[in-house]
C-alpha cells in the first residue's frame, strides 16, 4: 500500500529550489505514493532596529525587497508543482504560509506530522535544508526522504530496488516499519547488514528481519559487508550504487542540544551528500 498523504518541501529563500529539484521532487513523489502536497515557506524579516539607522541603511525597504522575493518565488514554484504533480495524477495541495526563516524547520516539522512522510531536496551546502531535515528527522515523529538533485538520474517512475540498512538498532526498526509501504512496492529488496562496525550489526543480523518482511510480502535478500575499518559513510555509497538501489532506507541517530542536533556519523554522512534518496527514520 503506498504512502497516501506526502508532504513536498520546497525553499523559496534564500535560493528558490531548482526547477531540476522540484521535477525530480515530484516524480520521487509519485513513485513513493498518491496524493502530494507542496510546502514553500514565504519568509518574512521583522525589523528591530531604531528609526535612524534604518533611515540611514534603508533597512526596511531592503527588507520588504527581499520579502517580495520570497513571495514571487513560492508563487512560481507552486504553480510549477501543481502543473507537473496534475500531470503525474498525484496533486494533493498546495500550502504557504508565513514565517521567519529560524521557524521554518519548526513550521514544517509541525505540518508534517499529519503527513504520511515528508521529501525534501537536499543541498548540502544550504544552512536551510539542513536544519528543516534535521527538524523533520528528529521532531517530526515522521519519516523524511532527502535526496541531492542530479541531472544524471533518470527521471523516477517506481521503485526498483530498496536496500535497507539494517544493524538491528532500535532506530532501524523504526525506519523499517516507516518505509513498508515502499518495501511492499518496491520490486526487490535488500537487507544490507556492514560487518564490524556497530556490536549489534552481527552475522546472521539479517535473518529475522528477512522472516519478518516476509510475514508482509515482501521477499527480501540479505547482504553482509565487512567495512574492513572503512567509514560507514562511504560502505553505504558504494553498496547503494553498486545495487543500483533507488532508495536507501536507515535509522537516523542523533539527539538535539541547544536547539543544536548532534547527529551520528552514519546520519551526518548521508546527509551531507546521500548517495541516492534516503529514507531516514529516528
Known amino acids: 500500500m503506498p504512502y497516501k498523504d506526502i508532504l513536498l518541501h520546497l525553499e523559496s529563500y534564500p535560493d528558490a529550489t531548482s526547477d531540476l529539484a522540484l521535477e525530480q521532487g515530484v516524480s520521487l513523489c509519485a513513485a513513493l505514493g498518491e496524493q502530494v502536497t ?7 524579516i521583522p525589523l528591530k532596529t531604531n528609526r535612524l539607522a534604518d533611515f540611514a541603511l534603508n533597512l526596511g525597504d531592503m527588507a520588504r525587497a527581499e520579502e517580495g522575493r520570497s513571495r514571487q518565488n513560492a508563487a512560481r514554484l507552486l504553480e510549477q508543482f501543481e502543473h507537473r504533480a496534475t500531470a503525474l495524477g498525484v496533486f494533493g495541495g498546495r500550502l504557504s504560509p508565513e514565517a521567519e526563516v529560524f521557524q521554518i524547520p519548526e513550521l514544517t516539522a509541525q505540518l508534517a506530522r499529519t503527513r504520511d512522510i515528508c521529501v525534501i531536496p537536499y543541498a548540502r551546502e544550504s544552512t536551510a535544508h539542513q536544519g528543516v531535515a534535521e527538524a523533520m528527522i528528529f521532531a517530526s515523529g515522521r519519516p523524511v526522504v532527502v535526496f541531492r538533485p542530479n ?14 540498512a539494517w ?17 511492499t512496492s518496491a520490486r526487490k529488496v535488500v537487507v544490507l547488514t556492514v560487518l564490524n562496525e556497530k556490536a549489534t550489526a552481527r552475522p546472521g543480523a ?7 518482511l516476509a510475514r508482509h510480502g ?18 553505504l555509497d558504494h553498496v547503494a550504487l553498486r545495487t543500483e538501489a533507488d532508495l536507501l532506507v536507515m535509522g537516523a541517530f542523533g539527539h538535539s542540544r541547544a536547539r543544536e542536533f548532534v547527529l551520528g ?3 551526518r554522512s548521508v546527509l551531507e551528500s546521500p548517495p541516492v534518496p534516503v529514507l531516514l527514520a529516528h
Open 167 to 183: 544493524d538491528a538498532s532500535r532506530s532501524a526498526a523504526a525506519a523499517v516499519a516507516a518505509a513498508m509501504p515502499a518495501l
Open 206 to 212: 539479517p535473518q529475522d528481519l528477512l522472516r519478518h
Open 218 to 235: 515482501v521477499i527480501a535478500e540479505a547482504m553482509e559487508f565487512d567495512s574492513a575499518g572503512a567509514k560507514i559513510g562511504s560502505v
Open 38 to 44: 507542496a510546502l514553500v515557506p514565504q519568509v518574512s
Open 265 to 267: 556519523g552514519a546520519t
Open 151 to 164: 541531472d544524471a538520474r533518470p527521471t523516477q517512475t517506481g521503485l526498483g530496488t530498496v536496500l535497507i
